[in-house]
């Protein structure tokens, strides 16, 4: 029998440096920096490669494309920064059906001038990265997903607080599957939401390890007609939600296991015709209800062995076939 290997595709070694102080392949002088950043981009082969951003403050005047596979940006940390000096509708735009795109060590100012989103994946990018990036003013949205991909992570990065008018959210998924989202810290601010799964084809998505303080609603998994759905939700901390921790929304056959909520109106809200989810071994406190299924159109979800701790609605079952068990109640 004759077995055949699954390989990604071949990545160029091209490898590329960009630089303020003249030590570069491409110098940038603290004026319209994009333009060089982009030549840069614009230089490596259709394989892809490697661009290297050393320290240093790189004015954005225009958006930033990726549009070819295996392009990786690499920053040296928190000293190497993208600033947007003017309105633009995205610091960073990652073309439909670009794969294989990395980037991390790099902090991204949006300094309130995009428009729609800091970093932008549009559509059918699939195995790509963003890590290790710090975000600022980057309202209305840092990183946002438009359409359909696949295998996205985004980790260790850093959202800080946005106090202008929202909605603003931090990580915006409108359609992606078998995705990672972990590790995260997002601060929030006025009508900050954290990470929003929201009204596109969404599946399999891992919510881990992130850290969502002083927003509106930390998690929302929010589908439609059972668009949505079978995604984890594991081991994050949420405090000092004002309205909801996690919010279910048209959407099934997700777990909701081992996170820790204190603060806010709903820790757990299932709505609108949520079915066959999960919700096990959390710990809520201080908040109005615990855990809520709204509707009988809640069918059939399971809500075992959490912890609810100073709430004053601990449980409020309006659901179908609601499965309560093994809760303790303080």
């Known amino acids: 029998m004759v077995m055949t ?31 060089e950043i982009q030549a840069a981009i614009d230089s490596l082969p259709a394989t892809g490669g490697c661009i290297y951003i050393k320290e240093g403050v790189y004015d954005i005047t225009n958006t930033i494309l990726i549009d070819k596979d295996n392009v990786s940006i690499m920053g040296c940390g ?8 003017v309105v633009i509708n995205y610091l960073i735009n990652v073309t439909a059906n670009t794969d294989y795109f990395t980037f991390e060590l790099i902090q991204l100012d949006g300094n309130d001038n995009c428009v729609w989103a800091v970093l932008r994946f549009s559509g059918a990018t699939t195995r790509s990265r963003v890590s290790n990036c710090w ?31 929202g909605p603003n959210y931090a ?46 609603s930390s998690v929302t998994i929010s589908g439609t007609s059972g ?58 406190s201080g908040c109005t209800t615990g855990i809520e299924a709204e509707a009988a159109a809640d069918d059939e979800n399971i809500i075992e062995s959490n912890m609810i701790h100073n709430c004053t609605n601990p449980i409020v079952d309006g659901g179908t076939n609601t499965q309560i068990f093994n809760n303790k109640e303080l």
């Open 171 to 216: 990580i915006l998924i409108n359609a992606s599957s078998r995705s990672f989202i972990r590790g995260n810290y997002i601060y929030g601010g006025t009508n900050v939401y954290g990470i929003q799964i929201y009204k596109g084809t969404s599946w399999y998505i891992s919510i881990i390890d992130n850290k969502i303080i002083n927003v509106v």
């Open 135 to 165: 975000l600022d003013n980057w309202e209305p949205r840092g990183i946002t997903f438009v359409g359909a991909g696949e295998g996205i992570i985004i980790e260790n990065c850093v959202f800080e607080a946005a106090d202008a008018a």
């Open 78 to 85: 928190h000293s190497t920064i993208f600033r947007v000096s």
């Open 5 to 35: 290997l699954l390989t990604r595709p071949k990545i160029s070694v091209a490898t590329v440096v960009i630089a303020t102080d003249g030590s570069g392949d491409f110098n940038c002088n603290g004026t319209a920096d994009d333009v």
């Open 227 to 284: 668009s949505c759905g079978r995604c984890i939700v594991s081991s994050n901390i949420f405090p000092s939600s004002s309205g909801w921790a996690i919010w279910i929304q048209e959407s099934d056959h997700n777990i909701i296991t081992d996170n820790e909520f204190f603060g806010g109106t709903k820790g757990i809200f299932l709505e609108d015709d949520s079915n066959y989810n999960t919700v096990a071994n959390n710990r809520i």
